[in-house]
């Protein structure tokens, strides 16, 4: 078997043979048949910034600070059951007390994170809220 040969054979070999890495050490695959649209969005300014961002309660989503520099309005898209895009205005957005305007994400030497409120709650959330669980009523 000449070396070429020999080293395409044990490429083959060593990406059958693998098993995919979990992305979180001890988890779980998740049991919501809603999946990820359920807590994962967009989050669109009207200057063209996209960014993701993640709902952590009916009316609140965290997000990139460093998304929402740039000015303009902001609106967060999520997507319904059928998969249909559903618009929610965002009424305030909230900047880490430590986040430094002007940086690049590279240099930022604070925590590259805002908070935005919705006019409205209306994000599917499948955990309960973070401070439930400090109060003791979260759901078991």
Request: hydrophobic share 45%; net charge positive.
């Amino acid at each position: 078997m000449t070396p070429r040969r020999f080293l395409f054979v044990l490429t083959c070999a060593l990406l059958v043979g693998t098993t995919p890495a979990l992305a979180v050490v001890g988890g779980v695959p998740s049991q919501d048949v809603r999946g990820a649209r359920a807590s994962t969005l967009r989050v669109e300014t009207s200057r063209g910034e996209l960014c993701s961002g993640a709902a952590i309660a009916p009316e609140l989503v965290l997000t990139a600070a460093h998304c929402l520099m740039g000015g303009g309005s902001v609106s967060v898209v999520s997507l319904d059951t059928k998969f249909r895009a559903r618009r929610h205005a965002v009424v305030a957005v909230l900047p880490h007390p430590s986040f430094v305007p002007g940086t690049t994400p590279r240099t930022q030497p604070g925590a590259d994170l805002a908070m935005l409120r919705l006019a409205a709650p209306s994000l599917p959330t499948s955990s309960p809220s973070p401070w439930a669980a400090v109060s003791g009523r979260a759901r078991r």
